[in-house]
DNA sequence: CACTAACCGAGACGGTACGTCAGGTCTTTGC
DNA sequence: GCAAAGACCTGACGTACCGTCTCGGTTAGTG
């Protein structure tokens, strides 16, 4: 009854995906069709059907294949030891990947089959997410451990705080989403909102020495 | 050509838009339909088409429909100048009503319309988060005028720091959306993730003073 | 639920039931599909299935349509008084229908449905075999009348003994369908397959003589 | 290029035309499909299209194999010198073999491949019906050679006669399909419709003498 | 007796059509 | 005289089969 997967093409598999792909690049998510994904990848619709669940599957794995290429070493942060600058390193990073209109409608295609689906939702935390927010955890306890984050710190909270607020930016397009918000979310998740005492900013450090 | 709002009934407006966000929340998103509106509003679909330009659109509207009652007076957060129980209790205000079961799918279902439509996206910001945002910037500039916060912190950015992680978490459901959740996020968010100083920590304040 | 008729558009009707009479002409019965109706009439295909129940009937709507124009007056089988020349024209000129490239297709579509379907075989037989039947019964019961026919003869099954080999070989292919063979058949049936005694043939007669 | 016939597997070609013929009492023509058919004889499709053509040809091919017992032997009609009585019997089998519930649907299907495929058309005149036609002109000669036929008749168009009234009601339903029938068109046939005069009745004969 | 070519069951594949559902437009009709 | 009701064309849905193709595994006949 259900399909050998030991029979799988894998030249169909690569096609549906890079067509769902493109296609979300072009016509965007609401124009999104299991046929026109079939028509694209030169593929029967059956053969999509056979495979994957539901429309936002397919999303999924598109993402998961592109993702391929590095998926033997382990994502890693910058680690200069200059928190404030890694950070802002990588989240003006993060900016310009949100900003580049190749990925814009697949990711917010993918944030939206996240958003209805619970068990989309959990793949991506496992399959998609969790490198990467290992990776985040990862940089973080290497500066707590050099004590420039508070001993206390849950660094999962740690790591929304520094990216929701981009995330929800760019999603909810509730303002620009540019390198000076980048920035300017990094210093005041660092340095928290309320005032600092004099001399008390936890400036630039390297090897654990202020700079 | 354009319908003259004049004679626009009422009673169908409302009824469409009950039907909207009943049927969110008894079907989902993805079986929403403007037919499925149609009947269940007894009302004939050239009615919705006449006038809501999408689908979007009509879920937008009754989200505003909800927000009619309190219209007139401006929303206003707790102001006992304990700026972190404050905060702790708005934003598990927030999680409650993420929560809802009620609210759920029909909050999701505003959330997909907006990542996909600029338009509604701005919409949204004016009519809907504005009245929010401001009341949140307001508690803050309060707070800031009484000390709590930095002087030179963008308000935007900090009510991004405290409501995005909530509001993330909830999107992609990157973990369990908790009261614990909540009162952590504000407390990082105030404190900054840098370790303050020995007696630094800016405690319960009455009348801008320490308690 | 159900469709209301008042409401239904003639020219969608028309347009199917010419296409699909024309497409079993074009393609034959085996590749004639709803789809292809509904592409060639113009039509969506939910307005064939909205109004028919299966392709079978539609089909048999098609030829009811043909049959339309001469809808009023009565089918009339030439009466000249000589029965055996009456019957013999009356046969070649089916031979000739049946032989008829632009009929063969749509004949032979129509009589498969038949024998699939006993509810449309009562419907044929009602619409359409039953004027028919009539006229050639009259032909029959005049001749009856006249003497030229036995008293005691079912006429009904006197129509089918001259009629039924006809169709048959065209249905069955069992050998040429020619105007020899429609004479044959006639001549066959009316004097019988048995032997005549010597001056017994019945000659043809004209009112009631014989000639 | 072509299959090797030595290597076909007896069992596999038993069980599919087995299959065919059960499904098609069971399910009917129009949902027979090879696919259906294959499951059921435990084959892989690959060997129905191995070695058939189409789908009409399984079904042609079925009834060769009921045929197949008695294939040495040629078929026989009774022949008492009785040949009203002779003709009788047999026309009431042939009635009640179409009314035969398990036989009504198989042979549907086989009456109708025959009306669209000439080819099949063919196969069937040649293998199917041509012994059994054999027999029944075998029949009328020995009639014909006894003086109870005309010896100018032509003893296709006889059988014909007989037979085809009977096949046509069966197919088109156009009545009831009785033993009645079946004598009466005996009876109609053999006399013809044209009245005999006295004591003209060619009545029961045996060894060409009228008892 | 081993080898090898072919048939076999199985079932994935690119397709076509099915019958259904909803989208958005246009027409009719009843209040 | 508008708006409900709903028929219409369009197009995607998810399913069923089509006829082709590959895949291992028998199963003959050959060398």
């Not at 998510?29 to 994904?37: F, M, P, R, S």
């Amino acid at each position: 009854m259900a399909p050998n997967p030991s029979r799988r093409r894998e030249s169909s598999r690569r096609a549906i995906l890079t067509a769902a792909f493109d296609l979300l690049q072009e016509v965007g998510y609401a124009k999104l069709t299991i046929e026109g994904i079939a028509v694209r990848a030169g593929v029967g619709k059956q053969t999509i059907y056979r495979w994957w669940p539901s429309k936002g599957v397919v999303i999924f794995d598109a993402f998961l294949m592109l993702n391929e290429g590095g998926a033997g070493e382990a994502v890693l942060l910058p680690d200069t030891g200059d928190l404030h600058a890694d950070l802002t390193a990588v989240l003006r990073a993060t900016v310009a990947e949100l900003n580049d209109p190749r990925y814009d409608q697949p990711l917010r295609a993918l944030a939206t089959e996240i958003t209805h689906d619970p068990e989309l939702a959990a793949a991506y935390a496992e399959r998609l997410d969790k490198p990467m927010r290992h990776a985040k955890r990862h940089r973080l306890h290497s500066a707590q451990q050099a004590g420039q984050l508070a001993v206390d710190l849950d660094l999962d909270v740690a790591v929304d705080i520094i990216w929701g607020p981009v995330l929800n930016r760019w999603l909810q397009r509730s303002g620009p989403l540019t390198i000076e918000y980048a920035d300017s979310v990094v210093t005041a998740a660092l340095n928290g909102l309320h005032p600092r005492p004099r001399n008390d900013r936890v400036g630039r450090t390297v090897d654990g020495r202020a700079v």
